[in-house]
């Protein structure tokens, strides 16, 4: 992650010019009511300045402290307006998006929040290009115009029709221009946004929100405030101070075991689990100039032979799902691409045929590269049970070496690996994220593969069309050219655990497909 970077529900149709209307409270009456609450977080919040957060802790706290023009909804994947009244494209190219801002807006220092303040987000962030920043996802923008203090108009250099969903990530928040620097990130540790929290407080331990009296916007707070403590990956204390009630719930970091184990129990418990849906993925990677994995049929022999029920069983306690495209279920213009073509469970004599076929007799070699430093423990054991899978039918001699981190990354760069793990954590809900970012230009994977009609003729047929549910037959195409070329091998998709006290509710509207953790709908009682 985040979102873009590697770690371990349809969207609904919309003509091109039509402009997406919000309704809901503009009073700025957002005092909230119930009692605060306190969450425990494995990740860390590695910035507090939109220009510079790219990681989930960052992202959750931009999703509460500054608003977007447009936004996600609970439980759907369509973007609608936030601090936007009207978005759309006009004309259907999607390359002019013009919103129209709601009256009233306000940050939380009581400044006025206008179309300039939106035009220089964005342009700062574009403008400080930080390493570890969201400017990768605003790359599209070619000219922002602010015809008048409620208007603004984004100019594309090429078609996007994703820009909205882009925008509603953490990459559009919007900060008040007179408090960040235009040309470097703000220095002082605090945020001034106009969402529906302030933040009062942040150290390594922990962060305090309040909520923002001055937010106008469709949300309403059911709580009085939230405290986030830190537990920098420590599963084991994380998952004490919940049993011990020192936090109301914990999101992110209970070990799959624990949560498999708290999940077992009864209902008259101190602690349940809440589940919703997840679309982080892995994925193993092949590398197609590789004298190995570059064969076409030594790809189809992983295919049919990997059983991906019982790495989810055996590896994950049964906290992700098999996967058998690259766009994961729930996300639009999902397939099966995978399963239909080499099913779901071992096909022994398939894959001995495919290899014997392409005259491969003797057992194929090969060593499979994991990580854990940045894929977390358990997928050195998921390695060593996919070799042992593939040594178990006799046809291959595999073996897994596990490598740091920043060598990882930098021998997959330089193509010295043949079989590789990757996983992915999306920026927003939509079968582009999985698809772009592993086969366009300059594709994150390293592994060689170029497809002519994905790069030339379905990317860009994609990118350019508003309606996303046009889009369909397209994604449908592309999903069945990898299965067919395995340039990679999906593995899983996750699901999203929230483990709360009893007295603790509406943590389900935090776990949905947009990855968008609301703390504005969570009560105590």
Excluded at 65 to 87: I, M, N, R, W, Y
Excluded at 325 to 335: C, E
């Amino acid at each position: 992650m985040r979102r873009n970077q590697w770690l371990a529900a349809p969207l609904g149709a919309a003509t091109a010019a039509a402009l997406l209307s919000g309704c809901g409270s503009t009073d700025g009456s957002n005092a909230g009511s119930g009692k605060g609450v306190v969450m425990g977080i494995s990740d860390k919040v590695k910035a507090t300045d939109p220009a510079s957060g790219y990681d989930p802790g960052s992202w959750l706290l931009f999703n509460n402290v500054f608003q977007s023009l447009v936004s996600f909804p609970k439980g759907g994947t369509t973007p609608e307006p936030d601090a936007a009244q009207s978005c759309g494209f006009k004309g259907s190219d999607s390359k002019v998006y013009e919103c129209t801002l709601r009256g009233g807006l306000k940050f939380s220092n009581g400044n006025s929040l206008t179309a300039k303040d939106v035009k220089y987000s964005f342009e700062r962030t574009l403008k400080i290009n930080d390493e570890n920043g969201p400017a990768v996802m605003l790359a599209s923008i070619g000219s922002i115009e602010t015809p008048d203090d409620k208007t603004v108009v984004f100019n594309l250099k090429t078609s996007d029709a994703t820009f909205p969903s882009k925008i509603a990530s953490g990459a559009g928040s919007i900060v008040d221009h007179t408090e960040y620097p235009a040309d470097k990130l703000r220095a002082d540790g605090k945020a001034t946004g106009s969402g529906v929290y302030k933040l009062d407080s942040i150290n390594d331990k922990s962060a305090s929100f309040s909520v923002n009296g001055s937010y106008s916007g469709k949300a309403k707070a059911k709580n009085s405030g939230v405290t986030m403590k830190f537990f920098n990956e420590d599963q084991a204390a994380l998952k004490k101070v919940l049993e011990s009630g020192d936090v109301d719930f914990a999101f992110r970091g209970i070990a799959a075991k624990d949560i498999a184990g708290l999940a077992s129990q009864s209902g008259d418990q101190k602690v349940e689990v809440v589940q919703g849906a997840g679309a982080e993925v892995e994925h193993l990677v092949f590398n197609v100039n590789d004298p190995v994995a570059g064969k076409l049929p030594v790809r189809k022999a992983f295919a049919y032979l990997i059983d991906r029920d019982a790495l989810v069983k055996q590896v994950y306690d049964g906290t992700a799902t098999p996967l058998y495209s690259i766009v994961p279920a729930g996300i639009a213009s999902h397939t099966t691409s995978f399963f239909d073509r080499y099913g779901g469970s071992p096909q022994l004599e398939k894959a001995k045929a495919v290899l014997r076929t392409a005259g491969i007799k003797d057992k194929v070699k090969i060593t499979l590269y994991s990580t854990p430093s940045r894929y977390g423990p358990s997928t050195d054991q998921e390695f060593q049970l996919i070799a042992k899978q593939l040594n178990d039918s006799g046809l291959f001699e595999a073996d897994v070496k596990s490598v740091e981190f920043e060598q990882y990354e930098k021998d997959v760069q330089d193509g010295k690996y043949g079989v590789y793990v990757k996983g992915w954590v999306p920026d927003y809900p939509d079968a582009d994220n999985f698809t772009q970012p592993f086969f366009g230009p300059d594709n994150v994977l390293h592994n060689n593969y170029d497809n002519k009609e994905i790069t030339g003729t379905i990317i860009p047929a994609t990118s350019a069309k508003a309606d996303r549910g046009a889009t369909a037959n397209d994604y449908s195409r592309l999903q069945d050219i990898v299965a067919d070329e395995i340039p990679l091998l999906p593995l899983w998709q996750s699901k999203q655990y929230a483990v709360t006290r009893q007295n603790v509710t509406g943590l389900q509207w935090s776990l949905d497909a947009s990855t968008v953790f609301r703390f504005w709908e969570i009560s105590k009682g």
